[in-house]
């Protein structure tokens, strides 16, 4: 069975990014066809590109490297959870995902963005760099606005319509890291 991180963007305090991941992991748990698992970026304090070497050489020196590299190696998948600041992917995601190379390889992704704009723009910037990293990003996206889906901009609840988005956004990332996993393999 296909293992699927459910990946928390944001380390801000008083982020919504939180509300937004538990959501979706409590959609994928109604779920058979794979395994969730929600990774929160802050609990892995990771530094600002602290490695001496370029992660696309894979010789990683420090522990919470370390940690990081297994976490996202065991997956198959992943659904970034994002926020959009400033017309862009948080800098601790960014970070985040720039720590590692092969260990994001021949892999799928997905998005749920959030933001005054749904978080597209954030979206658009993860889609460039998932490229780079040789990750499978898939066409159905999650966009949630705080104008709708936060009651006064801070309390987190979704539309009903964005559980189908959800599941199609599932859908499309479970079918692509199958399909990837002969790559992985080899």
Known sequence: MLKVAIIIGSTRPGRKGEAVARWVHELAKKRGDAEFELVDIQD????????PMPPSLGQYTRPHT???????????AYVFVTPEYNHGISGALKNAIDYLYKEWNNKAAGFVGYGSAGGTRAVEQLRLVMGELQVADVRAQVMLSLRTDFEHYST?????????????LFDQVIAWGGALKPLREK
């Open 44 to 51: 892995f304090n990771l530094p600002l590109l602290d490695e």
């Open 66 to 76: 370390l940690a990081w590299a297994a976490k996202i190696d065991s997956f198959d």
């Open 156 to 168: 987190f609840a979704p539309a009903p319509h964005h559980e189908k988005s959800v599941h199609a």
